[in-house]
T-cell receptor, first 115, second 111 residues
C-alpha cells in the first residue's frame, strides 16, 4: 500500500512569493495534519483537516492556509514568504476511526528554502 | 501549558551498549503518547503508541514504556542502523490531531 505522498520534494522561493504544497494521505484515511519542522527541533503543528473541515489550527500567522479536497488530499498555502518560513513541511494522515485511529503516519516532507 | 521534554539531547553508544531515552510530559489530559524515528531529511517513521500508564510495546530492539509523567524508549543491544533522531509526541484529550513533539534525542551507534 502506498504511504503518504507529498510534492514537491524540494522548493526554492524568494521572499514575498507564494507557495503551495500538496499531500495525498494513505488510502482510507480521512484526516490530514500539517507540521513545520525547523532544523534541530521537533515538528510544530500547523493545521488539521478531517472530512474537508478544519479541526485544529496551531499558532501560525494568517499567511498560512490549507484546504482538503473531496478525495481527502490536501494543500498547504503560504503567502508573503519570509526567510523564517524555510523548513521541512510535513504532512501526516490518520484514519480517526477504530482502535488505532489516532496514529499519524508522515510523508517524506517538502523542503522549502526561502532566499 | 502542555509541555514535552526529551532527554538527553544526544546520545553516543557503542554497538551492543543498551540505553534509555526519556520523554517527560505535562498535559491537561493524555489521549496518547507516540514515538517516532526520524532519519536526516526524511519524515518521521511511526514506532509506537502508548495510551495508559503501565503499558509497554516492543519492536525488535526497541521497547517503550509509559508512566503518568514520562515515557522511556529502551534500546537493547543497538546496531549502527539504529542511529537516528527519536521523537516523542503527545496527543491531548482536547484534540484529535494536534501532536505536540519534544525536540528529539539524536542517537549515534558506532561499530
Amino acid at each position: 500500500d502506498a504511504g503518504v505522498t507529498q510534492s514537491p520534494t524540494h522548493l526554492i522561493k524568494t521572499r514575498g512569493q507564494h507557495v503551495t504544497l500538496r499531500c495525498s494521505p494513505i488510502s482510507g484515511h480521512k484526516s490530514v495534519s500539517w507540521y513545520q519542522q525547523v532544523l534541530g527541533q521537533g515538528p510544530q503543528f500547523i493545521f488539521q483537516y478531517y472530512e474537508k473541515e478544519e479541526r485544529g489550527r496551531g499558532n501560525f500567522p494568517d499567511r498560512f492556509s490549507a484546504r482538503q479536497f473531496p478525495n481527502y488530499s490536501s494543500e498547504l498555502n503560504v503567502n508573503a514568504l519570509l526567510l523564517g518560513d524555510s523548513a521541512l513541511y510535513l504532512c501526516a494522515s490518520s484514519s480517526l476511526l477504530g482502535g488505532a485511529s489516532y496514529e499519524q503516519y508522515f510523508g517524506p516532507g517538502t523542503r522549502l528554502t526561502v532566499t | 501549558e502542555d509541555q514535552v521534554t526529551q532527554s538527553p539531547e544526544a546520545l553516543r553508544l557503542q554497538e551492543g551498549e543498551s540505553s534509555s531515552l526519556n520523554c517527560s510530559y505535562t498535559v491537561s489530559g493524555l489521549r496518547g503518547l507516540f514515538w517516532y524515528r526520524q532519519d536526516p531529511g526524511k519524515g518521521p517513521e511511526f514506532l509506537f503508541t502508548l495510551y495508559s500508564a503501565g503499558e509497554e510495546k516492543e519492536k525488535e530492539r526497541l521497547k517503550a514504556t509509559l508512566t503518568k509523567k514520562e515515557s522511556f524508549l529502551h534500546i537493547t543491544a543497538p546496531k549502527p542502523e539504529d542511529s537516528a533522531t527519536y521523537l516523542c509526541a503527545v496527543l491531548t484529550t482536547d484534540s484529535w490531531g494536534k501532536l505536540q513533539f519534544g525536540a528529539g534525542t539524536q542517537v549515534v551507534v558506532t561499530p
